[in-house]
């Protein structure tokens, strides 16, 4: 409804930043959006967080990209540009169609040089469905690589390699929703009252009417004031802390012997693994007391229904998965996976990163988790697309990064993406970037990974364009085209088609709405969603294989889609971090979000109130830590890793353990990946984001 007195237009869409998904309605006057409301989406019932009511002016920012631009001849790629300088200085503008011409051509003719696999395209867990398919199809056919791959890589690919070894789908298994449904909720290595709020209010709730709630993460956290047992364990002991659990429950014969009969293989070696871990042993690796992981194992298993939630505090390891490994095994041994109030959940980051990953953007498979290396799955798509595709899995996020700077990759085309801020070692990561020799960057602002490009195309935010957004519960809905676009900025769908009509591609899509036909054709989970069903009941659940299919919002309530029907227990090993703090750098660093500020920044630094609420890096250290050095929180330091070094005021903050520092990457004046570990799980290909050794000094 129109406002009253201010005269608004109104658009129902949705929330841009987390993976809990909020409808909102925007109220617009003039093309500016003035204010929001949550709506009644299935995943907010009309609640939003402080990002989705006040985080969305950053679209009307003056910094906006309107214009094409250019490389000027002559000027070098320089990371030093990013610690300052006259990074547009750098560019020429020019007409779209120069410079879609200079895109289309470098890419091809490098592929021309050197091999479809000397180049490389990361798309966007922040862009729609439709963006994410349309642009690993471009890859795919136009220059016959896998060598694509996005931000997924970054946050939970640790805990779909491990979810799709142990029960065959790397999707989440029951919605956040089902928290009030559950007795137990054991929430480890997640935020989600900073990181998924509204998704944390169902958590709450559920233990205001009684059911308990197990928070297991090395920082203290707010959610951790609701729980029966907040447990801050040792950072990177999560292996340790979880197979001792597994052998309270085992050792106790606290297991659902039904369920394993009929639905879980492995169950005898796996005891075997477990005998030894026990809780007295562990102890001292995991930093808690015996008794607590006797009493936190008990409560988990003597649940009728128990929900597993976890982050990026699990997966973001060198041994993330088989931190997920654990997990899985908690849920499948006491028989929770499969009906309400129970199940395993990762909680995804961005707004479409389980959309993005559904879509293909993925190196080593195609939309629905089809193989790339699957002769028959891939022959269905090169049906439909009429070509025959590439059979070898393509290179992963950082492994991109590391064959950039081999020469291996020389030319790449990032959708939305900001690798200069969120890969792990930065200074390789921008050097790798830089040494490209052709960078094609399609954003709406300068990012740091704009600043190195050759040719930057303006594209449009999400409220300036229509398509369909994935949330953590697997509910697809429709994000509405709120504002025109600024200046001559272009929707991201109409820029990847330019690019392929000049590569030879003859597609015809009219729409969004026509991508996505062609997408329910090729991926059987959501043959039954359609832009119109989306229109008619707002949210969609995928699996959803026809139209009369409501959407399974359980999953595996029968059978789990393996080859023996059975789910599979995988042990997992207490395997150190790839970088243990030393004499030299005795701290450990790690990192992550904050309430305010999304990522690598790009949209909430230029959100006004967020902006304001958290206007620059702080360096968080426990207040005994800051004494020991002589420090008074606001004072400067300076952090130091094996990789990289930066300066940022300190804050005082006693849910960071002591001996850990703890710095959000937010913010480019103090890039919190100079330092990280580029080390990488040897299954998900992630970085250990969450764990590397750092000196603090004084500035
Ligand atoms: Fe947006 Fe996530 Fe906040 Fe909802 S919880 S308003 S989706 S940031």
């Known amino acids: 409804m129109p406002h009253p007195v201010l005269k608004t237009e109104t658009v129902d869409s949705l929330c841009p930043y987390c993976g809990v998904g909020c409808q909102v309605t925007y109220h617009v006057k003039d093309d500016k959006i003035i204010y929001t409301d949550g709506r009644d989406g299935p995943a907010n019932l009309s609640r939003l967080c402080v990002k989705g009511r006040f985080g969305f002016d950053y679209t009307h920012h003056p910094d906006r990209l309107t214009k094409p631009l250019i490389r000027i001849e002559g000027v070098a790629k320089d990371p030093a540009i990013l610690n300052g300088g006259d990074a547009f200085g750098q560019f020429r503008e020019a007409t779209w169609e120069e ?216 997966s973001q390891h060198t041994h993330g998965t088989d931190n997920a490994r654990c997990l899985i095994a908690l849920a499948l041994i006491t028989g929770n996976v499969g009906r309400p109030g129970t199940g395993l959940h990762p909680l995804r980051g961005q707004n479409n990163v389980q959309g993005a990953s559904d879509a293909g953007l993925i190196p080593m498979v195609l939309p629905d988790y089809t193989r790339v290396d699957d002769d ?128 030879g591609l003859d597609w015809h899509y009219k729409n969004t709405a026509h991508v996505f036909e062609e997408m329910r054709r090729v991926m059987p989970s959501h043959a039954g969603i359609s832009h119109q069903r989306l229109e008619r009941e707002g949210s969609v659940t995928y699996p959803c294989t026809s139209e009369e299919h409501a959407g399974e919002e359980i999953l595996f309530g029968e059978g789990f889609p393996m080859a023996s029907g059975k789910a599979r227990l995988v042990p997992a090993q207490t395997l150190a971090p790839d970088e243990e703090p030393d004499e030299a750098y005795p701290f450990i660093l790690t990192t992550g979000r904050m309430l305010e500020h999304w990522h690598t920044g790009a949209m909430t630094r230029r959100a006004s109130v967020l902006d304001a609420l958290e206007p620059g890096p702080v360096i968080a250290l426990h207040p005994k830590d800051l004494a020991q050095l002589g420090l008074v929180a606001g004072d400067g330091v300076t952090l130091t890793s094996r990789r990289g070094t930066l300066t940022a005021a300190t804050r005082a903050d006693s849910d960071v353990p002591q001996g850990v520092v703890f710095l959000a990457f937010a913010f480019h004046e103090a890039a919190a990946n100079l330092l990280t570990n580029p080390s990488l799980d040897p299954f998900g290909k992630i970085a250990e984001l969450k764990y590397c050794a750092v000196k603090v000094e004084k500035t």
């Open 99 to 314: 410079a879609l011409g200079h895109a289309a051509a470098s890419l091809e003719s490098t592929c021309e040089e050197f091999g479809a696999d000397a180049i490389a395209g990361f798309g966007s867990a922040k862009g729609s469905n439709e963006e994410a398919y349309l642009f690993q199809k471009l890859m795919r056919t136009a220059f016959k690589t896998n060598n694509v791959d996005h931000c997924t890589r970054l946050c939970h690919a640790s805990s779909v390699a491990a979810l799709m070894e142990g029960i065959g789908s790397g999707a989440v298994t029951a919605p956040f929703t089902d928290a009030e449904k559950a007795d137990v909720i054991l929430v480890i290595g997640a935020r989600p009252s900073q990181n998924h709020p509204v998704a944390s209010t169902y958590i709450k709730a559920a233990k205001r009417d009684g059911a308990k709630l197990i928070v297991l993460d090395p920082r203290g956290q707010a959610l951790s004031r609701h729980a029966d047992y907040g447990v801050q364990f040792k950072p990177g002991a999560d292996v340790a802390l979880l197979n001792a659990m597994l052998h309270v429950i085992i050792t106790e014969d606290l297991v659902d012997h039904a369920y394993i009969e009929q639905r879980v293989n492995g169950f005898e070696e796996f005891s075997q693994h477990i005998k030894t871990f026990t809780p007295e042993r562990m102890a001292e690796k995991c930093g808690v007391d015996a008794g607590t992981i006797r009493a936190i194992a008990r409560t988990f298993a003597q649940a009728k229904r128990a929900i597993i939630f976890w982050g990026m505090g699990v």
């Open 376 to 503: 028959f799955g891939r022959g269905r798509f090169e049906t439909v697309w009429q070509m025959a595709l590439n059979p070898v899995p393509g290179l992963t996020v950082v492994e991109i990064m590391h064959a950039a700077l081999a020469g291996d990759v020389r030319a790449m085309y990032i959708m939305g993406e900001n690798p200069a801020m969120s890969d792990p070692d930065l200074n390789k990561a921008r050097r790798a970037l830089a040494s490209l020799d052709h960078l094609v960057v399609q954003d709406i602002f300068m990012t740091e990974t704009a600043m190195l490009a050759d040719v930057i195309l303006p594209a449009t935010s999400f409220y300036e364009k229509t398509g369909s957004f994935t949330n953590s519960n697997r509910q697809v809905q429709l994000g509405r085209q709120v504002l025109p676009p600024p200046g001559d900025a272009r929707e991201d769908l109409i820029i990847i088609q330019d690019i392929a009509k000049r590569l």
